[in-house]
Each structure stands twice: as structure tokens, then as C-alpha cells.
Nanobody, 120 residues
Framework: QVRVVESGGGLVQAGGSLRLSCAAS????????MNWYRQGPGKQREFVAH???????NYADFVKGRFTISRDNAKNTGYLQMNSLQPEDTAVYYC??????????????WGQGTQVTVSS
């Protein structure tokens, strides 16, 4: 059983910052990539950022220069530092981790999401 738990969401004024955390746990599961997605009101879930186990990152164009993804492999925890937040960043932010079980099976797991609300 793999558990993914996000935290750090909240209400912030435009121009402010938040740092989201994603803690992944589970026996016999080796995490490869950690990813952040978001789903705004009335919108589809969209990709935000990605980081591999080796630290290679990728970002959606709309967050480049404002958001930074990082991870602590020893703690199986990922982070999303969000700066210069704007009202359009309001969304539920989801963490997704993928990797291999010791059996060799590849799988992906989602957290329950954390709400980020940016007021104007």
C-alpha cells in the first residue's frame, strides 16, 4: 500500500507564497518521479511540475520562474515552492508519484489534494 499525502495549502493574497509538501510512504515501492498537478474550479486537472529521482525538473509554462519543485529522496518527500501567486493559481493541488514495486511492477499513486486559494 502506497500512501501519498499533500500538505501546505491555504489562503494567500496575490503576490504571496506557499510551500506544498508531498509525503509518500509504502513498503516495497521505489519512487521514481514526483509530480504536481492542479485542478481549478470548473477546469480539468493540469500538469504543473515534475522531478525525477535524479533531480531533473520540468515545468508547465504558466509556472516557470514562479514555482520550484524539489525533493528529499531520503524522506520520500517532495516540495513545491510557489511564489508570486495569482488568483488564477487557485486550485486543488495534487501530488502524484510513480515508481516500481520490488516485484518489478510499475505504478502511479495520487494524493487527496490540498486546496490553494489566492485572493486578489
Amino acid at each position: 500500500q502506497v500512501r501519498v499525502v499533500e500538505s501546505g495549502g491555504g489562503l494567500v493574497q496575490a503576490g504571496g507564497s506557499l510551500r506544498l509538501s508531498c509525503a509518500a510512504s509504502g513498503s516495497r515501492f521505489n519512487i521514481n518521479a514526483m509530480n504536481w498537478y492542479r485542478q481549478g474550479p470548473g477546469k480539468q486537472r493540469e500538469f504543473v511540475a515534475h522531478i525525477t529521482s535524479g533531480g531533473i525538473t520540468n515545468y508547465a509554462d504558466f509556472v516557470k520562474g514562479r514555482f520550484t519543485i524539489s525533493r528529499d529522496n531520503a524522506k520520500n518527500t517532495g516540495y513545491l515552492q510557489m511564489n508570486s501567486l495569482q488568483p488564477e493559481d487557485t486550485a486543488v493541488y495534487y501530488c502524484n508519484v510513480d515508481g516500481w514495486y520490488d516485484s518489478g511492477r510499475y505504478d502511479s499513486h495520487w494524493g487527496q489534494g490540498t486546496q490553494v486559494t489566492v485572493s486578489s
